[in-house]
Nanobody, 125 residues
Framework: QVQLVESGGGLVQAGGSLRLSCAAS????????MGWFRQAPGKEREFVAG????????DYTDSVKGRFTIARDNAKNTVYLQMSSLKPEDTAVYYC??????????????????WGQGTQVTVSS
């Protein structure tokens, strides 16, 4: 069983920055592929960013490329999402997710087997 706990959400003005953290339980965090998703009111949960087990491979949805950065610290069992130049359309609940059996990048929700409880990010205009 893997537990994921997100933190770092909040209210920020457009153009501002936030860093989300996701702390994972378990001794084998370095074997998990990790991802960040978000869900805005009335919309489906969407992929935001993903990172491979090693951290070498990362990818982002087009709308956040150049503004968001995903990173991981395997020694701390934590994955981060640095968000800059935030826009009102980034407002959503942000979730981290873990896949415990695949090494590469994962984009599909259904391939993640563990999820955090989510953290709210609100960007005011």
């Amino acid at each position: 069983q893997v537990q994921l706990v997100e933190s770092g959400g909040g209210l920020v003005q457009a153009g501002g920055s936030l860093r989300l953290s996701c702390a994972a339980s378990g001794r084998t965090f370095s074997t998990y592929s990790m991802g960040w998703f978000r869900q805005a009111p009335g919309k489906e949960r969407e992929f935001v960013a993903g990172i491979s087990r090693s951290g070498v491979s990362t990818d982002y949805t087009d709308s956040v490329k150049g503004r968001f950065t995903i990173a991981r610290d395997n020694a701390k069992n934590t994955v981060y999402l640095q968000m800059s130049s935030l826009k009102p359309e980034d407002t959503a609940v942000y979730y981290c997710a873990a896949n415990t059996y695949y090494a590469g990048l994962i984009y599909q929700r259904r391939m993640y087997d563990y999820w955090g409880q989510g953290t709210q990010v609100t960007v005011s205009s």
